[in-house]
């Protein structure tokens, strides 16, 4: 949980499922009422919830007088001149600027994945690589990158790495 935002609970999704066709109003009173108890919700400039994104912030507004939460809209920011948004950063990566990505997240890219067996060619010339099956809904092109590894096991050292 980022350090800025002190709330104890964030929920996150995907809109590419059957949950992009749940009507507005059953997100509001199903998930975020009933499921939830939502009390404070943070929403960017540019929200919209729901089956054929009908739940902008004037309809969330409503629902929160309605049904007793708080809402708090976050404005939109810029990095060279373009707002942030997750399209404008998985676009940097698939055409593999990523020091735009970079830039717009505000941190290096990451990358969760598996790494899996290569065909070797890389240790047959001297340069092992590490072949990694990406879990990520974004990723950079194919090639050779270099990496910073991380492990799970918090005790053990990040490692500069080499990853295709």
Do not use: W
Not at 116 to 122: D, K, L, P, T
Request: net charge neutral.
């Amino acid at each position: 949980m980022p350090r800025f935002c002190p709330h104890r609970f964030s929920y996150g999704c995907s809109g590419k499922s059957d949950f992009s066709r749940i009507e507005p109003e059953v997100f509001v009173d199903e998930i975020l009422v009933r499921r939830l108890g939502a009390k404070e919700l943070i929403i960017g400039h540019d929200t919209a919830i729901g089956h054929h994104r009908r739940g902008n912030a004037a309809f969330l507004e409503s629902c929160a007088q309605q049904h007793g939460f708080h809402i708090v809209t976050v404005g939109g920011v810029a990095v060279d001149g373009q707002i942030v948004s997750s399209t404008g950063i998985r676009a940097a990566m698939s055409r593999g600027d990523l020091d735009a990505a970079q830039r717009m997240l505000g941190r290096p890219v990451s990358l969760l994945g598996t790494v899996v067996e290569g065909a070797g060619r890389g240790a047959k010339i001297g340069f092992p690589t590490a072949n990694l099956e990406v879990h990520s809904e974004a990723f950079p092109p194919f090639g050779v990158y270099a990496v910073t590894a991380r492990f799970p096991d918090e005790s053990s050292p990040d490692l500069p790495s080499v990853m295709n």
